[in-house]
């Protein structure tokens, strides 16, 4: 069974904070994802990854940047946390040019 | 932007019954997924159907595609109460490598 793991189920931040979230996948998948998801609007890209050391950009990167040093590892890094920043964190991961995505459990990282 | 949308927002059902929902989306594709999300956790890949295939199914569930009209429904037949969840479509569009852009979701509950 694939398995993707988040570092956090739940975490709570003060604004300003910098904040780290991993994910790491078991199956030596090349793409790996970034999400939040908000009522209301779904899931948006923050940013992904089709090999380590590798990175794009996605739907709304502001306020976040990542790192794939590892291709089983996807980090997220809030440089500094904000209240808008409140939200479900989504990692995934997929093979390439396979589409389907496997997901984490979610990290729901509430900043005050 | 949302690139699908789906329909209806929330549904509502008994057990046994049916259920219907819908997506929508505007620019050409090369495959449409389905996701099923339980209540805070992360997301679970239901069925994948490619731009030039019509109709799908597994098990319980019958995936159409009209690409003319830019939609797709996700039927579940004979609903259980485990059914009970957000059902997210995702489309990966043409030339958009192995991002997914997913939709604001259907919440659907079945009661016994």
């Known amino acids: 069974d694939v398995k993707v793991t988040q570092s956090s189920r739940y975490l709570v931040k003060r604004t300003g904070e910098k904040v780290f979230l991993e994910c790491v996948q078991d199956m030596d998948h090349e793409n790996m994802f970034w999400y939040r998801q908000d009522p209301g609007l779904g899931l948006r890209l923050i940013y992904f990854?089709?090999?380590?050391?590798?990175?794009e950009k996605g739907d709304i990167p502001e306020g976040y940047s990542v790192s794939r040093e590892k291709k089983e590892r996807f980090s997220l890094i809030l440089e500094s946390a904000s209240t808008n920043q409140t939200s479900m964190y989504l990692c995934?991961?997929?093979?390439?040019?396979?589409?389907?995505?496997?997901f984490g459990p979610g990290t729901r990282l509430t900043v005050t | 932007s949302q690139q699908g949308e789906e329909d209806p927002q929330a549904l509502s059902i008994q057990e046994g019954e049916n259920a219907t929902m819908n997506c929508s989306y505007k620019?050409?594709?090369?495959?449409l997924q389905w996701y099923r999300q339980n209540s805070g956790r992360g997301l679970v890949h239901l069925i994948l159907i490619r731009s030039n295939e019509r109709e799908k199914h597994s098990g319980r569930l019958r995936v159409t595609l009209d690409t003319s009209k830019k939609s797709s429904s996700l039927l579940i037949t004979a609903s259980r109460a485990a059914d009970t969840a957000s059902y997210f479509c995702a489309t990966a569009l043409t030339g958009g490598g192995n991002k997914l852009t997913f939709g604001t979701g259907t919440q659907l509950k079945v009661e016994l």
């Open positions: 990854s089709y090999d380590v050391k590798m990175k």
């Open positions: 620019t050409s594709i090369n495959n």
């Open positions: 995934a991961s997929g093979w390439d040019r396979n589409y389907e995505q496997y």
